[in-house]
């Protein structure tokens, strides 16, 4: 059995802030989910496509991982933003 990784709510409350809002295209998924799941991989080593489904669509996770947003912004933002 697999011990799946989830953000509680306080570790979520600390993200949320930095998530891309009102976005144009696709309806997005659950941030919150998918980030679970970015972390899930980093913890365990496992590749993305071994990743559990519950954490959304493999494209969903692989197109998160590489993206500008998730790799750059948040990190440029939380370094100007953080007290």
């Known amino acids: 059995m697999i011990r799946l ?3 509680n709510d306080e570790q979520w409350a600390a993200i949320e802030p930095f998530m891309p809002k009102n976005q144009p295209g696709a309806r997005r998924v659950d941030d919150r989910r ?3 799941g970015m972390i899930h991989v980093l913890k ?4 993305w496509v071994d990743c559990p489904q519950e954490y959304g669509p ?4 692989c197109r ?4 500008s947003n ?3 912004q948040p990190n440029e933002r939380w370094e100007r933003e953080r007290p």
């Open 70 to 72: 998730v790799d750059r």
């Open 64 to 67: 998160a991982k590489t993206s």
């Open 34 to 36: 998918v980030i679970s």
């Open 44 to 47: 365990t080593g496992c590749r």
């Open 5 to 7: 990784f989830w953000l």
């Open 58 to 61: 493999l494209t969903t996770r």
